[in-house]
């Protein structure tokens, strides 16, 4: 669960973008989400109007986070979730993206259990597809978060492996989750395995997220130098 000093703007998928699904009778079943249309929100703009939250640029979508103060915090980012938009049990998670590369910066791409508005985190699982620190470009990780009922105490397992120029070029991040195990990869190298159980929290409905903090746990200390960055989504792709 992130915990960062940046002021986010969680938004409702419906009131903004459009995702289509096409289902292709060859070949595995796989829902295609991709941006429709472009959305701009006027408390984000900020000296210049073409400095957006959220914009859509190639058919790919861009978070762009900047220096800008809201509700006591000093940078503005965002994030976009699929919370009873798209939520689903196992399934091949594809997200192709690059990262921003400034100093603090926290990307994720990540999942949440479905009842997490009723039985909160980390009873609900948490599953970060790809999380990346604020002081190291040099390697991404995979993590899986859990309450573990035996010990009455939070559980997690984490894995890192090194990337290259993961804001220069597209890189391939992925999760295949099955009712036994979850594993990640990194341009289609697994480098993450966690055995599911029905005793974790990994046997239902989940839904993703996707966005950039600022600072905090992961983020560590921000550039003082500063002002903008982005995380660019090639595509999001969900194989069931």
Not at 36 to 51: C, G, N, T, Y
Not at 62 to 73: R, S
Request: charge should be negative; aromatic fraction near 16%; charged fraction near 25%.
């Amino acid at each position: 669960m992130q915990k960062n000093i940046c002021s986010e703007w969680w938004m409702n998928l419906k009131q903004f973008i459009s995702f289509f699904k096409k289902i292709y009778n060859k070949g595995p079943r796989w829902t295609f989400l991709r941006i429709k249309q472009e959305f701009r929100q006027p408390s984000f703009i900020s000296v210049l109007d073409a400095m957006v939250a959220f914009k859509k640029t190639n058919r790919r979508l861009k978070t762009i986070f900047f220096q800008e103060k809201k509700d006591g915090n000093d940078y503005t980012s965002a994030r976009i979730k699929t919370q009873g938009l798209y939520d689903f049990t196992y399934g091949r998670v594809e997200v192709r993206a690059k990262l921003p590369s400034a100093q603090g910066t926290w990307p994720a791409i990540w999942m949440l259990g479905s009842n997490h508005p009723t039985v909160g985190w980390p009873s609900s699982g948490e599953v970060d597809i790809m999380e990346q620190r604020g002081n190291d470009k040099s390697y991404v990780e995979g993590t899986c978060h859990w309450y573990n009922t035996a010990g009455s105490n939070n559980a997690s397992y984490g894995e890192t492996t090194s990337i290259e120029n993961p804001s220069t070029e597209f890189h391939l991040y992925t999760l295949e989750w099955t009712e036994d195990a979850i594993k990640i990869f990194l341009d289609d190298v697994k480098y993450y395995e966690l055995p599911n159980s029905a005793d974790l929290p990994f046997n239902a409905d989940f839904y993703l997220i996707l966005n950039v903090a600022m600072g905090g746990t992961n983020g560590g200390d921000i550039d003082p130098a500063f002002t903008q960055d982005t995380m660019e989504i090639d595509y999001i792709k969900v194989f069931q």
